[in-house]
């Protein structure tokens, strides 16, 4: 869903933009060839921009590869918090709705019939009627109340039209609409109506296509040595101009600026200046959703002897419940690291360097180890039973609870503060969750808010040892991150 949003609030954005730039600067001018451009430019840009992603690397410091190894136990994943930005807010807002999910989704339904439908009739008039080769198009001759239009290679011509006068120029217009091909520009923003339906831009859009269509066939029939005079006539005659994908009656209003059109002089090339701001719009949309700051490493991970691992090519990090430097010690020399030297702190190891046997050209492979203080223990409570508890849907429903219900606190936005917060807490033998506390935290801003989500959990299934409910700890780590 996260990405579906994201699709069609970028490409719906995009296609806003564009269009009002064409609205506003290109709409007037007579440089028909760019303006179609121009316009197809707009939508295939419009559909491609959320696919296309453009790392950015930023700056990296120089990072030793670490350890760390920690007391806390039954360590859950770290759960993301990020400031909200334009795309979440609308993403949350239409997620939290099913009902506007299933009328989008109902939307797109109709408009998948009505176009298909459309073929379906194109289909069915080209079957009924006298098709016949005339080399560049194939001309079809069909019955009373079908009015001239073209599809593709086909002329669609009702048969006593042949029998009027006026019916080469009428021709002749449907022809250069066929040359041309602009009935794949109407089926390309047909296809993207499906999606789009609901933005009104669109379907401007695709009015604007239409009547840049009848420009340039318009220019074209007038240079083939009629008279402006009875070009109009045929116009308003319905005998010629309803090039679309089915069948359409331009209204007057169209043809009114159809007219002006015909007798408007050409714009100065100094106009076309006028599509930099085209150019500039998608750079700009490119920047804004196309680009996206990344670190130059990947993380892996996965588990050895218990402790849970995850390193990069500059980067080692190493989770466990344990103090027990040897466990700590096999483990890396099986990874060709051997430990160089030990300091402590309080009588407790509070440092472990470790060094690797034959590192990469380069590169600087010491690894430090640091602990933190243990957490108190209670004899009621277990860290690892037979059955340990589950949260309702699993680890992964009790991340998406933790993420939905989270807000990032506005005070800590505004002065910049992000880090991740400790929490540990017990899952109770009847499955509630209490003794909720911060046993590292960043900020009492941010503290507290990790609290209260914690303290909102709904009840677990309780962990059972021996076939009895008993008392687990658990701790998650919340990271904020401004982005």
Known sequence: MHNLVNYLLE??????????????????ETFFGTNRLFLL???MFSLFLPLLVIPVLAPQPVVLPEVTVTPYRNLLETVLVERENLSGEVERLVVSSRLVVILWLTGVLVMTLVTLLRVV?????????????????????????TPPFSFLRYLFVPEEYTRIPGYDRMVYHEREHIRQGHTWDILLLDILLIFQWFNPFIWLLKRAVRENHEYLVDRAVLRSGITPAEYKNLLLSGFAGNQVYAAHHFNYSLLKNRFKMMTKIPSRRSAGIK??????????????????????????????????????????????????????????????????SVTNKDGNVSSLIFKKSDPEPGTRPEVKIETTAELPQEEVVFFIVE????????????RAFISQ???YPAVAQDKGIQGKVYVTF????????????????VDPVLDQEALRVVNAMPRWAPGKQRGQAVNVAYTV????VLQ
Request: proline fraction near 2%.
């Open 41 to 43: 430019f707009s939508v």
């Open 426 to 441: 017990v899952v109770s033998a009847d499955g509630s969750v209490k003794n909720a506390k911060v046993v590292r935290g």
């Open 275 to 340: 599509t930099s701001f085209g150019i500039f719009m998608a750079l700009a949309l490119v920047v804004v959703f196309a680009c996206e700051k990344k670190s130059s490493t990947t993380m892996e991970t996965g588990t050895d002897n218990g402790l849970a691992i995850g390193s990069t090519d500059s980067l080692l990090k190493i989770s466990c419940d344990t103090k027990d430097v040897s466990l700590v010690d096999s483990l890396l020399r099986s990874r060709n690291y051997k430990m160089v």
């Open 387 to 398: 059955e340990m508890p589950e949260f309702p849907g699993g680890e992964e429903a009790l």
């Open 11 to 28: 490409s719906g954005i995009s296609l806003t933009l564009f269009a009002l730039v064409y609205v506003l600067f290109l709409r007037r």
């Open 405 to 407: 219900n989270i807000d």
């Open 121 to 145: 009739q194109i289909v069915g008039i080209i079957r009924r009627g006298r098709v016949t080769d005339e080399g560049d198009f194939k001309m079809v001759l069909t019955g009373k109340g």
């Open 477 to 480: 780590p919340i990271s904020f």
